[in-house]
């Protein structure tokens, strides 16, 4: 039997951007293939989440937003599931994919009761508390990583791959020294392609622990012939432009950048956190990488994600805590001196994770 072509996929997500970013990114493959998808956004980054679907022209459902508190969030789930309901009535999906968090579950637990058939995605090496309840009701679940906790899953489950942005995906591969020339160009940078490059970043908000403790351990680096990549976060610039001032090596400090697809390619080394995005996107483009896991992650689940990566050899983790410019410099010293052979592993996560779907519809 051939697989059955879905028409329409109605895919729930929200909460962080770890959870939205890769249901945008099946969103989008689907509207490229001109099919139809409509995201289910709830959690409290409603506004801007929209925003971003329409963008690219994606349709989305706002729900109501889930507040912090155990009253309200009740009574916002339950708003959630009924306005799902509505809105399932009338698109009348093929199937509904959540990507993950509690702000998927209103409507996970709509199409349940309308019996749209339920598939479940998770970006992460251990599968989160909604996922595992809402197993029970699903076709599938596919994670970016081997999943540690697998035999807590209540459906059939593989690793399929985490979706990633077609901007990561898509985009052109070019020699390290090319990406280094554009990098300058686009950025009025002066690296020099002949030099090992480390690429920084701690998420939009620009961590401490990267903004301070990092620039303290390439200082200790001295012996060492490299130049930095740093992305700040956006109110983080100008504070750490003056930890930088008097650096001895080339820095291109940046607020944030769209063109990480060129940072990737012009960087030997990445030391940033391991949500993961990061972990599958340093994967795509086989890049070594000093972890340092996010301590208040959910049940731990960078350590899980750091874990998978260092596994293949690419990777040193540290944990957060223990994290000072000495140990850093050991790290970064030892992964310059001594790089890890990491060869590109090219995601087909997004049409992967769809075919899964198609796959299990064409057999009902």
Do not use: W
Not at 7 to 34: E, V, W
């Amino acid at each position: 039997m051939t697989a059955k072509t879905c028409s329409t996929i109605a895919i729930t997500c929200g909460g962080t951007g770890g959870h939205f970013y890769p249901g945008l990114s099946i969103a989008r493959r689907l509207k490229a293939q001109n099919r139809r998808a409509v995201i289910f956004l709830s959690g409290r980054n409603i506004p801007s989440q929209s925003a971003e679907a329409a963008r690219y022209g994606i349709e989305t459902v706002c729900l109501p937003p889930t507040p912090k508190s155990r009253p309200g969030m009740i009574a916002a789930l339950l708003k959630g599931f009924l306005s799902s309901r509505r809105e399932l009535r009338k698109l009348k999906p093929d199937a509904l994919l959540g990507m993950g968090s509690f702000a998927s579950f209103p409507a996970a637990m709509a199409a349940v009761t309308l019996r749209v058939p339920l598939f479940l995605h998770d970006g992460n090496a251990r599968v989160g508390k909604a996922n595992r309840i809402l197993s029970r009701f699903a076709r599938h679940l596919g994670t970016a990583f081997p999943a540690v906790n697998g035999g807590t899953v209540k459906c059939p489950l593989d690793s399929t791959g985490m979706p990633l942005r077609p901007e990561i995906t898509d985009g052109e591969t070019i020699a390290r020294a090319e990406a280094i020339t554009r990098v300058n160009a686009l950025y009025q940078g002066s690296l020099k392609p002949d030099l090992p490059t480390i690429l920084i970043f701690g998420g939009s908000q620009g961590a401490a622990i990267f903004n301070s403790v990092l620039p303290a351990a390439l200082r200790q680096l001295g012996e060492l012939q490299f130049q930095v990549i740093h992305l700040t976060g956006k109110d983080k610039f100008e504070e750490v432009r003056e930890v930088y001032r008097d650096a001895a090596f080339p820095a291109l400090l940046l607020p944030s950048s769209t063109e990480m697809h060129l940072l990737y390619q012009a960087s030997d080394l990445a030391v940033c956190r391991s949500g993961g995005s990061t972990v599958a996107e340093l994967t795509h483009f086989g890049k070594a990488a000093l972890l340092i896991p996010y301590p208040y992650a959910a049940e731990l689940h960078q350590d899980d994600n750091a874990r998978f990566y260092a596994g293949t050899g690419a990777a040193v983790i540290l944990q957060n805590a223990g994290c000072t410019p000495e140990q850093a410099s050991e790290a970064i010293r030892k992964l310059l001196q001594q790089p890890p052979d990491v060869r590109p592993q090219p995601s087909a996560a997004t049409d992967g994770n769809i075919a899964v779907i198609e796959s299990y519809l064409s057999k009902a």
